[in-house]
């Protein structure tokens, strides 16, 4: 049974930084990309970041260049996603998953954690 855990979301004003956590339970750890997304209230489920296996490339949605951080511990099972210069339109549950590809869709991660609420305030 996979298990994601995410840690570390709350209130923070504009221009504020967090950092997410993200614990995961498989053995197989390395193998998978990791990715964070969010979903805004009454919105879709986004993409936000995302780290391929082992080798740690990153990718980003065009909202999150140069302002987050996708990083990953594979020794440690944990993915971590570091927010910096936050807006009021980054607030929403950000959630991390796992899968097999390289992809931002939704449909393509096959695990995902309960997710973490962040809201930045104006």
């Known amino acids: 049974q996979v298990q994601l855990v995410e840690s570390g979301g709350g209130l923070v004003q504009a221009g504020g930084s967090l950092r997410l956590s993200c614990a995961a339970s498989?053995?197989?750890?390395?193998?998978?990309?990791m990715g964070w997304f969010r979903q805004a209230p009454g919105k879709e489920r986004e993409f936000v970041a995302g780290?391929?296996?082992?080798?740690?490339?990153?990718y980003y949605a065009d909202s999150a260049k140069g302002r987050f951080t996708i990083s990953r511990d594979n020794a440690k099972n944990t993915v971590y996603l570091q927010m910096n210069s936050l807006k009021p339109e980054d607030t929403a549950v950000y959630y991390c998953?796992?899968?097999?590809?390289?992809?931002?869709?939704?449909?393509?991660?096959?695990?995902w954690g309960q997710g973490t609420q962040v809201t930045v305030s104006s």
């Open positions: 780290i391929i296996r082992s080798g740690g490339s990153t």
């Open positions: 498989m053995r197989t750890f390395s193998e998978y990309t």
């Open positions: 998953a796992a899968g097999w590809v390289y992809s931002i869709h939704v449909s393509t991660f096959n695990y």
